[in-house]
């Protein structure tokens, strides 16, 4: 039955009362916004197809108000192309004319999403192209309801109504991908990247922009820069965000002057939603000698020549001359930095004086162990494992590494960094004499639940040695002595050398820094 109302559609050129008609093929276009941007992958099955059993469904036109030519209405593209192509190759009548549904004129956002939804129901369009159509039926919908904007709300709203269901986190994802990032790299966009990996590239983005916001200079410009010259640089049929990411690292630790560990660890943090900062770097400066009352002439007395009590031992009070308890509490950074606020980058960055040329240079065990300590939490600090390192006060070398690293690091650090932070953290177990100390000195200071504890305490080294990547001690040079930025070289330096002088005014002094 359906086939004899073709037929009659095709003697009398017009559409029946089902709206059924045959047409020459050459009457109708393509749908100038189809979606599909690219060429159908199904293209050469579907002329196959075609070319040995024809069409197997009718094909939706429609035509604007005036227009002599039809255009499809509902999908058909392809097959109208096909057809087209064929007759031309053949020069086959079967090919020349083609079965039709006529459906009335109504809006042009109507012919699109119509369109939209028939190649989504296939499952055969890029999210870029689904992206692109929601934008265009954005710019329609405005025209149709004779408004010059319409918010997202109200596309969300229309495209409800139109049957088609986006939500709005999900049009703000398509309006990223086609404003922002199709000029950026459209050749993987094209190429059928997916909304996930679009979100991704999203998330990096902002979390990015964060860090740049609080550690770079040149402000939100410089970073859109930089972001949009590493997409290019990356742009292929291969696209790996992975890669974007390591290269974002690398410019923000170059800019920042941090670590590119510290920059990974924090915007690891940053991306999945965890408060991770990059500390602020002050000089290390010793604080003034200590200093009595006045002496009555009012010249201050100083306490050289005396040794500084340590936190728990027993002090005078100069004004009573009456025992007093010291507090036995975790030395503080402010208690030997220098409170200046004038302190401008080349002077953060400058060691302090390791000889006697004039500034002060600490002598009692009390101010070596802080300067001790101050050194290993800036050089932890900066390569993303600062939460390491406590400090120790009255005994020991001023600090302890209360555990070893995180494993997670294995997962988000390349083979180069992970042995840098791994052998950084040797060299500061070194200085601490973590494996030397007496378990008794050691064991009560460090947490429960750390690895390091268990391992000391049951004097495991394969569990320790399983639990922290240990090279090579003669890859050291390479491993950690050459990639280190300039400051953290000059950190270490002075660590060992304050470890060094430590131990000698210990034996000097006949004093045991474990007891």
Not at 69 to 91: C, M, P, Q, S, W
Not at 359 to 386: C, E, F, V
């Amino acid at each position: 039955m359906a086939t004899q109302k073709f037929k009659a559609g095709l003697d009398h050129g017009a559409a029946d009362e089902a709206g059924a008609m045959v047409l020459d093929v050459c009457c109708i276009k393509p749908y100038e916004r189809n979606p599909r941007h690219g060429r159908n992958p199904e293209y050469d099955r579907i002329k196959d197809s075609i070319r040995n059993n024809g069409l197997d469904q009718p094909l939706v036109i429609t035509q604007r108000p005036g227009a002599a030519d039809y255009i499809v209405h509902a999908g058909g593209n392809t097959r109208l192309l096909i057809l087209k192509e064929l007759f031309a190759e053949t020069g086959d009548e079967k090919f020349s004319r083609i079965q039709c549904v006529f459906r009335p004129w109504s809006h042009e956002s109507d012919v699109l999403l119509a369109h939209l939804r028939e190649n989504d129901l296939r499952g055969s369009l890029t999210f870029i192209d689904k992206a692109r159509a929601v934008l265009d039926a954005k710019h329609l919908f405005a025209k149709d309801l004779g408004i010059k904007e319409v918010s997202l709300r109200g596309l969300e709203k229309e495209l409800r109504n139109a049957g088609y269901r986006i939500s709005r986190p999900g049009i703000r994802l398509m309006w990223y991908a086609v404003e922002r990032l199709l000029v950026l790299i459209p050749e993987a966009l094209e190429a059928g990247m997916g909304r996930h990996q679009v979100e991704r590239i999203q998330v990096l983005q902002r979390a990015a922009r964060n860090l740049w916001q609080r550690y770079c200079s040149g402000g939100d410009s410089a970073f859109d820069e930089v972001f949009a010259a590493l997409c290019r640089r990356y742009d292929g049929l291969d696209w790996d965000t992975a890669l974007l990411q390591v290269a974002i690292e690398t410019e923000i630790a170059e800019e920042a002057e941090t670590s590119i560990h510290t920059i990974r660890v924090a915007l690891d943090a940053e991306i999945n939603g965890r408060e991770l900062s990059i500390p602020e770097f002050v000089p290390i400066k010793e604080p003034p000698r200590p200093e009595r009352q006045g002496d009555g002439d009012g010249n201050p007395v100083t306490l050289e020549g005396r040794d500084v009590p340590e936190a728990g031992e027993t002090g005078l009070n100069p004004a009573s001359e009456a025992p007093v308890k010291l507090i036995d509490a975790p030395i503080q950074p402010q208690d030997h930095l220098d409170n200046s606020t004038d302190l401008d980058d080349s002077a953060a960055d400058a060691p302090e004086p390791l000889s006697d040329d004039g500034h002060y240079k600490p002598t009692d065990l009390k101010s070596l162990r802080g300067r001790a300590w101050t050194l290993a939490a800036r050089l932890a600090q900066r390569n993303g494992i600062g939460d390491l390192v406590v400090p120790l006060s009255g005994k020991g070398l001023g600090y302890v590494l209360n555990d070893v690293p995180d494993h997670a690091l294995a997962d988000q650090l390349d083979e180069e960094a992970l042995a840098q932070v791994c052998m950084l953290w040797w060299q500061l177990a070194a200085c601490a004499e973590m494996t030397y100390a007496p378990l008794e000195s050691i064991i009560p200071v460090l947490p429960p639940d750390s690895v390091l504890r268990r391992a000391l305490a049951e004097e495991d080294g394969e569990l320790l040695f399983s639990s922290i990547w240990t090279l090579d001690p003669g890859h050291t040079g390479y491993r950690l002595w050459r990639p280190l930025p300039d400051r953290d070289w000059r950190d270490l330096l002075t660590l060992m050398e304050t470890y060094r002088q430590i131990r000698h005014l210990a034996a000097e002094t006949g004093t045991a820094l474990w007891d």
